[in-house]
């Protein structure tokens, strides 16, 4: 739909919400001056396309959709906050496929590091075992060389 025919569309509904949701065929046509096949096309979109009205035989009548629609352009606005969201969820899916792809190249990594660690750890421990040995004999040496002078110097 053009501009001129959303803006018409728009009155038509207005038309039927002010009209207590309510208007005969015959009194909505005589309040709108436009083409037949505008009328026809316009009816028709807003009927089979937007589901915004209802026509029962000569009475026309907004639908559920039609009690809160507002405008044409909330409806773009809409639409276009849709199509954002759409837009951000496929680079996030592009994103979680990419993460996904490197965890499984290097599902092996934790463990091989792990492994690695555990390994430095006994290491470590032995060492320190050693170490300690190193020195209590150390300390020793100096206590033995202590009282031997203490004994050397008492004579």
């Given at each position: 739909m053009n501009n001129e025919q959303k803006k018409k569309a728009e009155d038509i509904i207005n038309f039927i919400k002010g009209n207590n949701n309510k208007v005969f065929k015959?009194?909505?046509?005589?309040?709108?001056?436009?083409?037949?096949?505008?009328?026809?096309?316009?009816?028709?979109?807003?009927?089979?396309?937007?589901?915004?009205?209802?026509?029962?035989?000569?009475?026309?009548?907004l639908t559920k959709n039609g009690f809160s629609f507002v405008s044409f352009a909330e409806i773009e606005k809409q639409e276009q906050l849709k199509s954002e969201k759409d837009?951000?969820?496929?680079?996030?899916?592009?994103v979680d496929l990419k993460l996904n792809k490197w965890l499984l190249k290097t599902k092996w990594l934790p463990h091989f590091i792990a492994f690695i660690s555990f390994i430095f750890a006994v290491y470590v421990y032995f060492d320190s075992k050693n170490g300690s040995k190193k020195l209590e004999?150390?300390?020793?040496?100096?206590?033995?060389?202590?009282?031997?002078?203490?004994?050397?110097?008492?004579?």
């Open positions: 015959n009194t909505l046509l005589n309040s709108f001056d436009f083409d037949p096949i505008d009328r026809v096309f316009i009816l028709r979109t807003l009927k089979e396309e937007l589901n915004l009205i209802r026509i029962d035989g000569e009475l026309y009548s837009k951000i969820e496929f680079e996030k899916t592009k004999e150390r300390i020793e040496n100096l206590e033995s060389t202590i009282t031997t002078l203490k004994n050397v110097s008492k004579k």
